[in-house]
């Protein structure tokens, strides 16, 4: 009889995002407008459940309000209205403060900040000198505030999420942080650590096959380390390696590694069907999800167990379409 398995992507808890709270159409922008970001309403948040935040309104600022920047010294700017010339930084510094200790509890697994924002931006946000002239190499105050805090959670900005490769890479992160999340709650052992780094390690080594070998490493020496300081480093590490750019030649490795699980079973005009397939993608002629679709088909039917668990084959929910423009 064959073994019931967990869907790679249930969870035992929500996947909450953070984001910033104008992109889901609320009107607290300066001007009492919003930046309604469609593919965060109609589709992302069909997936997540969205913990809204608008540092401005929240520091007590309200809407509509004099528009604000960031002033002076690049690594401790001032936010000031910019005609009236009033700082609120002291009250954003608080709302942050405040705001960031009550998200522990939420347990984010993301953040999507409004770019260019000086309370939200996550880069090149605008910084003015004392003459007034910007330079682009700010981040927003709660931004900044956030980052520190939370070094782990994948942040994005809404305008990046338009870039089809940055998007499948920030959403994939983030049900990967929320897989992670769940395996620290149920309490971390050497053995359940194993077992997560190998269901991980086709979608690692199509990021970076050099950091999939440090993290191999680090499993090998786990009896070395207590279980808490091996989760703190293998998260860190684990992170940071999803965060390196898939490549169309790492995808081909890992799909050719995969192939060769069950080439032996395939006929001669399967096999070269399937290399076909992969050559195309190669090639860029056809999206990942084509080979990927092929390669699941032989997965099922062969029931490979050690490729059917393998989390590269349904890194986010399939209904997003996240591989079909990759
Ligand atoms: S960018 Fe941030 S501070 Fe500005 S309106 Fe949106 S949520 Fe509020």
Same mark, same amino acid.
């Given at each position: 009889?064959?073994?019931?398995?967990?869907?790679?992507?249930?969870?035992?808890?929500?996947?909450?995002?953070?984001?910033?709270?104008?992109?889901?159409?609320? %009107?607290?922008?300066?001007?009492?407008?919003? %930046?309604?970001?469609?593919?965060?309403?109609?589709?992302?948040?069909?997936?997540?459940? /969205?913990?809204?935040?608008?540092?401005?309104?929240?520091?007590? +600022?309200?809407?509509?309000?004099?528009?604000?920047?960031?002033?002076?010294?690049?690594?401790?700017?001032?936010?000031?209205?910019?005609?009236?010339? #009033?700082?609120?930084?002291?009250?954003?510094?608080?709302?942050?403060?405040?705001?960031?200790?009550?998200?522990?509890?939420?347990?984010?697994?993301?953040?999507?900040?409004?770019?260019?924002?000086?309370?939200?931006?996550?880069?090149?946000?605008?910084?003015?000198?004392?003459?007034?002239?910007?330079?682009?190499?700010?981040?927003?105050?709660?931004?900044?505030?956030?980052?520190?805090?939370?070094?782990?959670?994948?942040?994005?900005?809404?305008?990046?999420?338009?870039?089809?490769?940055?998007?499948?890479?920030?959403?994939?992160?983030?049900?990967?942080?929320?897989? /992670?999340?769940?395996?620290?709650?149920?309490? #971390?052992?050497?053995?359940?650590?194993?077992?997560?780094?190998? #269901?991980?390690?086709?979608?690692?080594?199509?990021?970076?096959?050099?950091?999939?070998?440090?993290?191999?490493?680090?499993?090998?020496?786990?009896?070395?380390?207590?279980?808490?300081?091996?989760?703190?480093?293998?998260?860190? +590490?684990?992170? %940071?390696?999803?965060?390196?750019?898939?490549?169309?030649?790492?995808?081909?490795?890992?799909?050719?590694? #995969?192939?060769?699980?069950?080439?032996?079973?395939?006929?001669?005009?399967?096999?070269?069907?399937?290399?076909?397939?992969?050559?195309?993608?190669?090639?860029?002629?056809?999206?990942?999800?084509?080979?990927?679709?092929?390669?699941? *088909?032989?997965?099922?039917?062969?029931?490979?167990?050690?490729?059917?668990?393998?989390?590269?084959?349904?890194?986010?929910?399939?209904?997003?379409? +996240?591989?079909? *423009?990759?």
């Amino acid at each position: 009889m064959k073994k019931a398995t967990t869907h790679p992507l249930r969870t035992a808890l929500p996947t909450r995002i953070g984001v910033s709270r104008c992109l889901l159409g609320e %009107k607290v922008r300066y001007d009492g407008g919003h %930046k309604r970001d469609q593919f965060l309403t109609d589709v992302l948040g069909r997936y997540v459940e /969205w913990v809204p935040i608008c540092p401005e309104v929240e520091a007590g +600022l309200g809407a509509p309000r004099e528009a604000m920047r960031l002033v002076g010294d690049p690594h401790r700017p001032r936010l000031v209205t910019i005609d009236s010339h #009033i700082d609120h930084t002291r009250a954003l510094e608080t709302m942050t403060r405040n705001r960031l200790d009550g998200l522990k509890s939420f347990d984010l697994s993301g953040y999507v900040f409004k770019k260019g924002s000086p309370s939200c931006g996550i880069e090149r946000v605008r910084i003015y000198n004392e003459q007034g002239v910007p330079s682009r190499n700010g981040i927003g105050l709660f931004a900044r505030g956030f980052i520190e805090q939370f070094p782990l959670i994948p942040v994005e900005e809404e305008g990046r999420l338009c870039d089809s490769t940055l998007r499948e890479n920030f959403i994939e992160r983030v049900f990967c942080y929320r897989r /992670w999340q769940d395996l620290i709650q149920r309490g #971390i052992t050497r053995q359940a650590l194993i077992q997560f780094h190998t #269901i991980h390690k086709y979608l690692l080594l199509a990021h970076s096959p050099q950091q999939y070998k440090v993290l191999g490493r680090l499993i090998g020496q786990a009896h070395q380390y207590r279980p808490k300081e091996l989760a703190h480093r293998y998260g860190e +590490l684990f992170m %940071k390696t999803l965060a390196v750019k898939t490549t169309v030649r790492k995808h081909v490795n890992v799909l050719q590694h #995969i192939l060769g699980h069950f080439k032996e079973r395939l006929s001669a005009h399967e096999k070269a069907e399937l290399l076909g397939v992969i050559g195309d993608f190669h090639q860029e002629l056809t999206p990942l999800i084509v080979p990927l679709t092929l390669i699941k *088909h032989y997965v099922q039917i062969f029931d490979v167990r050690y490729i059917r668990d393998q989390i590269y084959l349904n890194p986010h929910p399939k209904e997003l379409m +996240l591989r079909n *423009h990759v």
